[in-house]
């Protein structure tokens, strides 16, 4: 707009140059003309500013990010929390699959009066299933088991025996004394088939 501007002053210098050597006349009235123009530039308004562009709102942007350094922190705290976190040992099987009877026992028992004794018969449970073979291996456990058996019913009294409880302790104290002497047999269960208790 400015080289605009320019370019009519300088036309009509030229056409002020020319008429001023033609007549007086002529050259005033450009003059007059030229300054109106002049005038009425300097009056225009300036062209504004092209106003800045509006500044977009970063907010979301703010937002995602937070979300997603929030949604990292809380993943890596769960991964370190699961890495920490021993797993569940896994329960040894209490599956029985097979069965081994034994003969009755008749022991004495710790009694005042000398005369109580008990007459059981006992079944175990094995974790083993059972195999034609296993007859043979199963009478070579035989001595050591019912040696082991007879030592711990040796060892109740009367009393003990005549309760619920004194019965469920000594399946505990026999299955704990068989898997120590024979830990081979893997003895998952003892089954009292017969209890007779005389006193």
Request: charge should be positive.
């Given at each position: 707009?400015?080289?605009?501007?320019?370019?009519?002053?300088?036309?009509?210098?030229?056409?002020?140059?020319?008429?001023?050597?033609?007549?007086?006349?002529?050259?005033?009235?450009?003059?007059?003309?030229?300054?109106?123009?002049?005038?009425?530039?300097?009056?225009?308004?300036?062209?504004?500013?092209?106003?800045?562009?509006?500044?977009?709102?970063?907010?979301?942007?703010?937002?995602?990010?937070?979300?997603?350094?929030?949604?990292?922190?809380?993943?890596?705290?769960?991964?370190?929390?699961?890495?920490?976190?021993?797993?569940?040992?896994?329960?040894?099987?209490?599956?029985?699959?097979?069965?081994?009877?034994?003969?009755s026992f008749v022991v004495n028992l710790q009694d005042?009066?000398?005369?109580?004794?008990?007459?059981?018969?006992?079944?175990?449970?094995?974790?083993?299933?059972?195999?034609?073979?296993?007859?043979?291996?199963?009478?070579?456990?035989?001595?050591?088991?019912?040696?082991?058996?007879?030592?711990?019913?040796?060892?109740?009294?009367?009393?003990?025996?005549?309760?619920?409880?004194?019965?469920?302790?000594?399946?505990?104290?026999l299955l704990k004394a068989i898997n120590a002497s024979?830990?081979?047999?893997?003895?998952?269960?003892?089954?009292?088939?017969?209890?007779?208790?005389?006193?």
């Open positions: 707009m400015r080289h605009a501007r320019q370019y009519n002053y300088s036309w009509f210098s030229n056409l002020q140059s020319h008429l001023h050597r033609k007549n007086s006349v002529g050259c005033a009235f450009i003059s007059a003309f030229q300054l109106h123009i002049f005038a009425a530039t300097m009056a225009a308004p300036a062209p504004a500013a092209n106003a800045p562009a509006k500044k977009k709102s970063k907010l979301p942007l703010i937002l995602i990010a937070a979300i997603f350094v929030i949604g990292a922190g809380v993943g890596g705290w769960m991964w370190k929390r699961s890495a920490k976190t021993p797993s569940a040992a896994v329960p040894p099987t209490t599956e029985v699959n097979s069965v081994l009877a034994l003969d005042p009066s000398g005369n109580g004794y008990l007459r059981v018969s006992i079944d175990l449970g094995l974790a083993a299933p059972a195999k034609e073979d296993d007859k043979d291996k199963q009478a070579a456990y035989l001595p050591r088991v019912r040696d082991t058996i007879l030592g711990v019913l040796g060892s109740q009294s009367v009393d003990a025996l005549l309760t619920p409880d004194g019965k469920t302790k000594l399946k505990g104290d024979v830990p081979e047999l893997q003895c998952k269960e003892v089954y009292f088939t017969e209890f007779l208790v005389q006193h």
